[in-house]
């Protein structure tokens, strides 16, 4: 057998098994129960297969993403691989059923144009893809008594259940972003919006919402993300490296404030501080080469973390974006690899800076949060 039919092989059943990945963890998120939950009998073959109104349509996005960089590739002659997605499910725990996919480039010495080109492919065709899906899924609303038909036991409380619910529920909250909050607003019948605390059991828009998570994050303008191959192109090496890096570290550093907090015991601060000051000196690996300089940013920015809240005792950062910051700033580098510069036409400034317009309407500060 070819090692290019083996190749072929490997993607295809990952691409099947993530069908089915995604499809388990659509259930679990429709359903707000575990597959492996037995306190309940509530699984069957008909709830299984409803997973798939979650991972056709988030699936398709990642699909069009990825295919946007390769075909890109393909016409800039780069050899490129098709893609291969990553399976993620355990059934002991929520998850999407998948880490994403990627596509190889095996090409070396790209310019900066062709870096540009196939960077900002996959953003711009998945977020086309997921204008597509959250249309759909605003203007195919069912009723308000949608939840519950996935959850008879809210009936007694009414459509004020989250707040009656008992103490040791969680509730897991979508946060807003400005895509999100135009469809609302423009798009979607109001007496059918659905509050953000049940957006994950409306497997459509929830794989819409996911869909614009990922694609802000692709759009960072850091390392070699999407977003930082665009800002290659358009600025060159050494602006990067500058914007990068400066991104990077308010970027991390957002996400910590609150970490060190000075109303916490001085037991848990003296636990506390010399772990977090660990975690951004390793974070900042690819930031400063010079040990010294590393361990002194290190230091700053937890000082000025400290600060803040000491001024401000509400503001806080969204913590989970710390792990997204550690694997950039330890695994895939805020720099980006040199290239051959060629002029950049107006068209793709164009469509960098739109690029930009892009991540803004996806972001969103803290995308999920736990009551």
């Known amino acids: 057998m070819k090692q290019e039919t083996k190749t072929l092989i490997i993607q295809l059943s990952l691409f099947i098994v993530t069908i089915i990945t995604t499809t388990l963890a659509g259930t679990e998120w429709q359903f707000g129960r575990l597959i492996f939950d037995n306190s309940v009998q509530w699984l069957n073959w008909d709830k299984i297969l409803k997973g798939l109104y979650f991972s056709i349509p988030f699936l398709g996005i990642l699909t069009v993403h990825e295919f946007g960089h390769y075909f890109v590739a393909k016409k800039h002659k780069v050899d490129v691989s098709l893609p291969y997605y990553i399976p993620f499910w355990t059934g002991l725990f929520l998850s999407i059923g998948t880490m994403g996919a990627f596509i190889r480039i095996k090409t070396r010495d790209l310019t900066n144009k062709q870096y540009f080109d196939i960077g900002i492919a996959g953003p711009l065709a998945g977020f086309v893809a997921a204008l597509i899906v959250l249309f759909y899924g605003f203007t195919h609303l069912p009723s308000k008594e949608y939840i519950f ?215 969103s500060p803290q995308p999920f949060s736990i009551n």
């Open 149 to 363: 038909t996935i959850f008879p036991e809210f009936l007694q409380y009414g459509h004020d259940y989250v707040n009656k619910l008992p103490s040791n529920w969680e509730v897991i909250y979508l946060g807003d972003n400005l895509l999100f909050t135009l469809f609302e607003k423009f798009v979607a019948d109001p007496s059918l919006i659905p509050p953000h605390y049940e957006l994950m059991h409306h497997p459509i828009l929830f794989a819409g919402y996911l869909s614009l998570f990922f694609t802000s994050m692709n759009l960072l303008p850091i390392g070699q993300l999407d977003g930082g191959h665009i800002l290659y192109g358009l600025v060159g090496h050494k602006k990067h490296a500058l914007i990068s890096k400066g991104l990077f570290i308010l970027f991390i550093s957002f996400a910590g404030i609150g970490i060190l907090n000075p109303l916490i015991l001085f037991e848990e601060m003296i636990i506390t501080l010399p772990l977090y000051l660990l975690f951004l000196y390793s974070a900042l690996n690819s930031s400063f080469e010079d040990k010294k300089n590393r361990l002194l940013a290190a230091v700053v920015i937890a000082s000025l973390q400290f600060l803040l809240v000491l001024l401000f005792p509400s503001v806080e950062g969204y913590h989970n974006w710390l792990f997204f910051g550690f694997v950039i700033g330890r695994f895939l580098g805020v720099n980006h690899p040199q290239a051959e510069v060629v002029k950049i036409d107006n068209t793709r400034k164009l469509l960098g800076w739109f690029s930009l317009v892009v991540f803004f309407l996806c972001f």
